[in-house]
């Protein structure tokens, strides 16, 4: 017992050295007051809605500006590729500082030296990272083709660690002994807060170049599953879920998992029949424009299949025609209806934790940009991982653009050996004889 006191007291000593312990900063977080937005419901709908209860109320509210949100996403998608990844580049930025800025509020780091600036040039140095790889792989020809472009490209890792470095460098230089273990507290919140939104977000722009209905589709059934899981929560609910949130409810998880479901089958069956969707998202260097025209692949073409027998005494149907890609959407739909809810469990705990109620107060009714988004982060991660497993296999046109960067004596080894292995399979000799 001696040793452990005076190992504890030795602890606490040199904590108070740098300036403040865990636990004074812990209790420093509990103590702050819950920081609650201001009710910033637009006056309309607040007259409109004044003779109803606050349940009721809010539910007129949350429904109006979802429907709005919804039609801000059609105009988006109609504006084509280009503009989505515009906006799924402000989504980021906003979704980052309202997480930056609880950091600021909870832990009081306003007069940190040099942070907030040293918070935003991270995001900077992540953002040229990621976008910097994605314009290498998705504008290879562009890049070739601009002098510029090429010396960014070629040497890219190594631009983007120097910047990483130089930011790690201000941090160093800006610890004060005072402000030690605060400083490093919103360091490590810095990194936790990029790694959660810009990967994702990148992940996000990954699918977009997939094709629109593999942006479109998820980001659909994470939106339905959230409004059905609260219409039936609303209407039928009365068994808690879970603790994290008290008003979710296992009937509306239930409801939203099944309508989603079915919502994710319809809405894939129309769009796999739109080569505007289905279509890759590819750089037209003749036009400098991106184009979405293609023939589609099989996920894309109507197949029939056999139902099994004991599902065809229910519905008496023996066959059904539909889009593979249909199949695929039930996986899609599922994980949006059973796991996705837990990002929003997630971000329920992170602000319980801080006392907050929402991330923000961008939208009324629904809180900050963060408070929708977090479980669509969630399902970008799942997507770009199902497509990598299970749909994506090598792109021949992005081989062929690779080849022809080459110089012309690795060409022509290139085409040698591939002559020599069609040769000895048979099928070199089998197509010169068809001509």
């Not at 977080?29 to 349940?55: G, K, M, Q, W």
């Not at 739909?333 to 705990?349: E, H, K, Q, R, V």
């Not at 591939?418 to 068809?434: I, N, V, Y």
Request: charged share 15%; hydrophobic share 45%.
């Amino acid at each position: 017992m001696t040793v452990g006191f005076v190992i504890k007291m030795e602890s606490e000593s040199e904590a108070k050295v740098d300036g403040e312990t865990a636990s004074d900063s812990e209790s420093r977080a509990e103590a702050s007051p819950p920081l609650i937005p201001a009710d910033d419901t637009p006056e309309v709908l607040n007259r409109a809605f004044s003779s109803l209860s606050s349940r009721w109320k809010n539910w007129w509210v949350r429904g109006i500006l979802t429907l709005a949100m919804i039609a801000f996403f059609f105009v988006i998608i109609y504006l084509g590729p280009l503009v989505l990844m515009i906006i799924v580049m402000c989504v980021q930025i906003k979704c980052f500082h309202e997480i930056i800025t609880i950091g600021y509020n909870v832990y009081h780091s306003y007069d940190l030296p040099w942070f907030r600036t040293l918070s935003w040039y991270f995001l900077l140095c992540v953002n040229y990272f990621f976008y910097g790889e994605t314009v290498t792989d998705y504008f290879f020809t562009l890049v070739q083709r601009e002098e510029p472009l090429r010396i960014l490209s070629k040497y890219h890792r190594f631009i983007s660690f120097t910047l990483y470095l130089t930011g790690f460098c201000m941090f160093v230089l800006s610890l004060v002994k005072k402000h030690y273990r605060l400083q490093f507290y919103m360091f490590g919140w810095t990194h936790v807060t990029l790694l959660i939104v810009v990967t994702q977000s990148h992940l996000v722009i990954h699918n977009l170049f997939e094709g629109m209905i593999w942006f479109i589709v998820p980001i659909s059934c994470v939106i339905c599953n959230d409004i059905m899981a609260y219409m039936f929560g609303f209407f039928f609910g009365r068994t808690p879920l879970i603790k994290l949130s008290p008003k979710k409810t296992w009937e509306g998880f239930i409801g939203g998992f099944f309508a989603t479901v079915v919502f994710g089958l319809l809405l894939s069956y129309v769009m796999s029949g739109y080569r505007c969707f289905v279509c890759p998202v590819e750089y037209n260097n003749d036009t400098n424009s991106f184009t979405v025209d293609c023939e589609p692949s099989d996920l894309f073409r109507l197949q029939e299949y056999v139902i099994p027998g004991v599902i065809q005494s229910i519905i008496g149907w023996k066959i059904v025609r539909m889009y593979p890609f249909q199949i695929h959407s039930i996986a899609l739909s599922t994980f949006a209806s059973l796991i996705g809810p837990f990002g929003g469990f997630f971000a329920s705990g992170f602000k319980r934790a801080f006392k907050i109620k929402d991330f923000a107060n961008t939208i009324p009714g629904h809180g900050g940009i963060m408070d929708r988004f977090d479980c669509q982060y969630l399902m970008a991660t799942f997507v770009n991982v199902y497509i990598a497993s299970f749909i994506r296999g090598p792109n021949p046109s992005k081989l062929i653009q690779q080849f022809l960067t080459l110089r012309p004596d690795q060409q022509l080894h290139i085409f040698n050996t591939l002559k020599s292995h069609l040769t000895d399979k048979g099928m070199l000799t089998a197509a010169a004889e068809d001509e």
